[in-house]
């Protein structure tokens, strides 16, 4: 059999649905974990110990591993490839989309390159040292408080965590259109403003979190019935403690 290419101006089956899959990993299981582990990590704000239960809980879960490869890992895997074919394959088109269209287009690949290689850092410094068995879930905090207390640790967390909030606030706002969910020009700009709010409270809880740990005891804002004094406290005997047995007999 002699496979028929599509008629001209006819979408091609095969690239429609690559794009639909493309999107959709990005927005659910990419984009959902993205949520959550912006916000599980934001209980670190709270103390050592709020962290350690929140990311106790997400321990209990059965089969996480497997879990992670096929929820987070494979449609990572596929949304980061199939993102780089697009941005080959797309070009600029100022008559149709107008220059502020085409410069989020050019900032949305720009910023799922940089997210992936951070998420890949990333993983590897956590995930992938856990499963080797180098590192214990119990010790994530002490890892995080370790490494974002240098000035360029705090610096590439803070670009990848930029990335990757943009990449899905934007990403939202065109998979409403890719879908049909957001077509008139006011829909796109109602959407656009939405998720333009939505990606912002996302960034800063992240940015929050990485403050607590270089810059400020429970970071910056003003979350209910936080104590930093005693954090700090808390912070300080921690670090006192492992100075010590650090120190040389």
């Given at each position: ?70 929820g987070i890992i494979a449609p990572l895997a596929f949304h980061a490839f199939y993102g780089l074919v697009i941005a080959a394959q797309a070009r600029f088109n100022v008559q149709r989309y107008g220059y502020t269209r085409n410069w989020l287009f050019l900032l949305q690949r720009a910023s799922g390159l940089v997210a992936f290689v951070f998420l890949v850092v990333h993983f590897g ?125």
């Amino acid at each position: 059999m002699h496979h028929t290419p599509p008629a001209p101006g006819v979408a091609d089956p095969r690239r429609f649905l690559l794009r639909r899959l493309h999107s959709l990993c990005g927005v659910l299981p990419i984009g959902v974990f993205l949520v959550v582990h912006l916000w599980t990590n934001a209980q670190a704000i709270r103390g050592r110990d709020a962290f350690r239960h929140a990311v106790g809980e997400i321990q209990t879960i059965p089969a996480l591993p497997l879990i992670e490869l096929v929820g987070i890992i494979a449609p990572l895997a596929f949304h980061a490839f199939y993102g780089l074919v697009i941005a080959a394959q797309a070009r600029f088109n100022v008559q149709r989309y107008g220059y502020t269209r085409n410069w989020l287009f050019l900032l949305q690949r720009a910023s799922g390159l940089v997210a992936f290689v951070f998420l890949v850092v990333h993983f590897g410094q956590f995930r992938a040292a856990k499963l080797l068995g180098s590192l214990r879930w119990e010790a994530f905090y002490d890892r995080l408080s370790a490494g974002l207390g240098s000035p360029g640790m705090f610096a590439l967390y803070l670009l990848g965590v930029t990335a990757s909030v943009f990449h899905f606030a934007n990403g939202l706002w065109t998979a409403g259109q890719t879908w049909g969910l957001a077509c008139s020009d006011r829909a796109r700009r109602r959407t656009a403003v939405g998720f333009a709010l939505f990606g912002l409270a996302l960034w800063l809880v992240g940015v929050d979190t990485l403050l607590h740990f270089f810059y400020r005891c429970g970071g910056v804002l003003p979350w209910p019935g936080l104590d930093r004094d005693a954090l700090c406290r808390d912070a300080d005997m921690l670090r006192a403690v492992v100075d010590g047995a650090r120190a040389p007999l």
